[in-house]
């Protein structure tokens, strides 16, 4: 009897193979070409109509240089609603803070001129007599300047209503800023 050859079929199975990388490398280049290449929208099909495209897209392009422009400009900003601090001879200011702070009755001033140097002479009254008075010096600011500022013991004043009244002198102008506190 004669042998029978066994043919193999692996060769069927690489075919299959190679058929499936190839179909998966078209399907790739179309996913990759439809979505990730950038694709002009409509291609200009005279010389007229890619001239006028350009014609708009400049007229955009200085618009949109006009806009900027126009959000650049500011208002100008007026700094003083009256005549400049710094120019009277009267010294002006406000008491910012007067209030007990741990043990201590706090009294802190801003003057709205600026002052180089000069003295802050406190006067703590009650019942129009004077209770306490102490010296500060004036720091100068940027544009304004203030009193060093003055810490009174509160265990040495009374419960009850106090006037302050600052006096200010600095280069030959002189000032009184007041208010009152209650402890």
Known sequence: MAQ???????????VIILALLIGAGVVCYF????????????????????????????????????????????????????????????ITGVITYAGV?????????????????GTCLLALRQGGGLVYSAEAGVVDSASTSTCEGFNVPAAGLAAGKYNIVISINSNGKTGEISGEVEI
């Open 101 to 117: 702070s741990g043990g201590n009755l706090m009294i802190r001033i801003n003057i709205d001129q600026y002052l180089n140097g």
């Open 31 to 90: 996913v990759y070409d439809s979505y990730f290449k950038e694709k002009p929208k409509n291609e200009p099909n005279t010389v007229e109509q890619s001239q006028d495209k350009d014609e708009k897209k400049n007229s955009e392009e200085k618009k949109s240089e006009e806009e900027k422009k126009e959000t650049v400009k500011k208002e100008e900003v007026v700094q003083y609603d009256g005549a400049d601090p710094n120019a009277s001879n009267e």
């Open 4 to 14: 029978k050859r066994h043919r193999s079929k692996k060769w069927i199975s690489w």
